[in-house]
């Protein structure tokens, strides 16, 4: 396992600027590579700012959206088109204004899907994901390329909470309930479906997160700061603000943007 590569960005709106600009390079990339792309966004103020900044990006022709795989991380388990539904944020604020091909963007189910069941919610996109993968992914996951995630000041990411039971999860998607933050019913993907993406970028804003990424970064357990378990195959990036930054372990080598 490669060590943590640590960018710092002096704000948020510069921290989203440039991950969203790392996005479409990284989705370029792979489609030049291999023709098709395969990412998974996350929701929260951050993410959807960065969608945001992809979507008004000029730079953003440089991806074939129709060659695009879009996958969730996690999803409030509420009815299809509800405004707290990392889905609906991610349309509103990319998804609607590219040309993604339906059949290529999988959101997770929402309450009408699945008779309001969260575990055959969880277990029905499990099955989407292992109907996308190929024999060479050996993984019940498709390649995801880049897999981005928030980290929230308790060190929890997706919908991965400290000390939760999901936290020690062998398959790929669960559902969570009395998740500490509401909603309290989730779906998630778990630890170990995290670590099939070939990269794992964990963006985080705010100095009320500066303890949870020292901790994560410091060696600490997963089950007390689940963001500690989050890592890629190949690469795993931590791109931070200033003020998610003013904690960082010493030593830590990191990266400053100019």
Known sequence: MTPPVVVVHRDPDELAGAVAARLITRIADVQSARGNASIVVTGGGLGGATLAAVAASPARSAVDWKHLDVWWGDERFLPRGHPERNETQARAALLDAVPVVSHRVHPMPATEDTGDDPDAAAESYAAVLAAATRPENHARVPEFDVLMLGVGPD????????????????????????????????????????????????????????????????????????????????????????????????????????
């Not at 000390?163 to 993907?189: C, F, M, N, W």
């Not at 500066?210 to 890592?231: F, T």
Request: proline content about 11%.
């Open 155 to 258: 060190g929890h990411v997706a919908s991965l909470f400290p000390d939760h039971p999901a936290l020690y999860e062998t398959r790929q998607v669960v559902a969570v309930r009395g998740a500490p933050k509401p909603p309290p019913i989730r779906i998630s993907l778990t630890l170990p479906a995290i670590r099939t993406a070939t990269e794992v970028w964990l963006v985080v804003a705010g100095d009320d997160k500066a303890a949870a990424v020292r901790m994560a970064l410091s060696g600490a357990g997963e089950v007390q700061v689940p963001a500690a378990g989050a890592r890629g195959r190949q690469r795993t990036l931590w791109l931070l603000d200033r003020a998610a930054a003013s904690a960082l372990p010493p030593g830590l080598e990191r990266i400053a943007s100019p």
